[in-house]
Structures are given as structure tokens and as C-alpha cells.
């Protein structure tokens, strides 16, 4: 078993542990067929870490379903991000700061990468999710360019898909692998406090000192 997936299970059983009913509305994972069936139309492939991550659980449901896109609704100014605001998240309070940590299905994070290529972003990047503390928001992105590699974490408030070029990720956050990406989250899970419901949701709350120990 690959680091990653180990990382994965992990974060599951933790999931599972402190928010049952977060855990029954992650879905089920992909086939590898299935990952290929959706991507086949595209000019770049995936990362291995890529297959893995779908493999474990293709996103979070939401109560509306979010599949469907067609390259002609993305037209529209900032469906695709406005559409993100179903509940297909993980609620974060670290700080009194609430944060909303977004996990799309591989469909959505398409339409996401069609979203950026229709705003002529010129790097092939696939967002996996997002984050918002509701001012702010930021998007977790892999770049799917051959012998780059590479996620990155970046702030995506008022940021058009032009600029989102070479130059501007050398100045993101960087993690040079999902796993180590997925190694911090589980990381910020396992420390966590005991979950609460908040308005139908459940939200973990950090403990502070967290990212001292990361």
C-alpha cells in the first residue's frame, strides 16, 4: 500500500470516528475505469496520486446534486464557483474562524478545469477542492502538466484564470505530493477537538497549537 493511501485511510477512520454523519455522505471511490472513462477526452493524464485519491472517495455528496455540467453553463460568470456552495464540505473552526473545506467529485473538479481553460488560464490545472472562511477563497490545485507535477495551494479571491500562470504558482504554497498535502489534513483532523453540530453541519474545531506540531 503507497503512502498516500495509507494517509487516506487514516484521515477515513478518524472521519468516521469523530462525524459519522460526515462519513455517510462521502462517496464511494472510482473504479480505475471508471477515472479513465472521464478523462479520455483530455490531451493530459493523471498522477498516480490522482487515481489514488478518486479511488478512496469521489467527494463529498451535497444535497443538490452537482454533476451534469456542460461546457456551455460554465459559460456563465462564476457558475462554477457558485455552485460550490452546496454542502459537499468540511467545516473547520480554528480561531473562532469558521472554514468551509469543499471536496468535489471528480466531474466537479472537470468542470472546474474547464472553467479555468474557458478563462483562458494557460497551465492544465485540476482543482480538488476549495476553501472559504467566507471573505476569502482559496483553491487547491494540481498541475497536470507533464514533469511538473505538483499541488499547490493558492488564494483565488478576484483572481482571474489568465493570471494563474507559471510566475504566479512559484509564489503559492507548494507540496510537492498529495501525500504530503493529505499527511497535514489528517494530521489537523487527528488533533482536532470532539466535533459539534452547528446549523445541521458538523464542524471540527482545532486545536491551536496544531501547526506548531505539524
Not at 180 to 207: K, M
Request: aromatic residues 10%; negative net charge; charged residues 20%.
Amino acid at each position: 500500500m503507497s503512502t498516500l493511501m495509507e494517509a487516506l485511510y487514516i484521515l477515513d477512520e478518524l472521519i468516521h470516528k469523530k462525524s459519522p454523519e460526515l462519513a455517510r455522505r462521502l462517496q464511494a471511490g472510482l473504479t480505475r475505469t471508471k477515472i479513465d472513462e472521464q478523462i479520455k477526452d483530455f490531451s493530459w493524464t493523471l498522477p498516480e496520486e490522482l487515481y489514488e485519491f478518486y479511488q478512496w472517495h469521489n467527494g463529498l455528496c451535497s444535497q443538490v446534486n452537482a454533476t451534469g455540467h456542460s461546457i456551455e453553463s460554465l459559460k456563465i460568470k462564476d457558475k462554477w464557483q457558485s455552485d460550490l456552495s452546496q454542502p459537499n464540505q468540511i467545516n473547520v473552526k480554528y480561531d473562532n474562524n469558521l472554514i468551509a473545506i469543499k471536496f468535489p467529485s471528480l466531474e466537479y473538479a472537470l468542470a472546474g478545469h474547464h472553467h479555468l481553460k474557458l478563462g483562458q488560464c494557460p497551465l492544465d490545472l485540476l482543482p480538488i477542492f476549495t476553501c472559504s472562511n467566507g471573505k476569502n477563497q482559496s483553491y487547491c490545485i494540481v498541475n497536470l502538466e507533464r514533469e511538473k507535477f505538483a499541488t499547490y495551494f493558492l488564494n483565488g479571491t478576484k483572481l482571474h484564470p489568465t493570471k494563474i500562470n507559471e510566475q504566479f504558482l512559484s509564489t503559492q504554497i507548494k507540496f510537492n505530493s498529495l501525500t504530503d498535502l493529505i499527511l497535514f489534513i489528517t494530521s489537523c483532523c487527528e488533533h482536532a477537538v470532539e466535533s459539534s453540530q452547528e446549523v445541521d453541519s458538523t464542524v471540527f474545531e482545532l486545536d491551536k497549537n496544531i501547526f506548531e506540531r505539524a
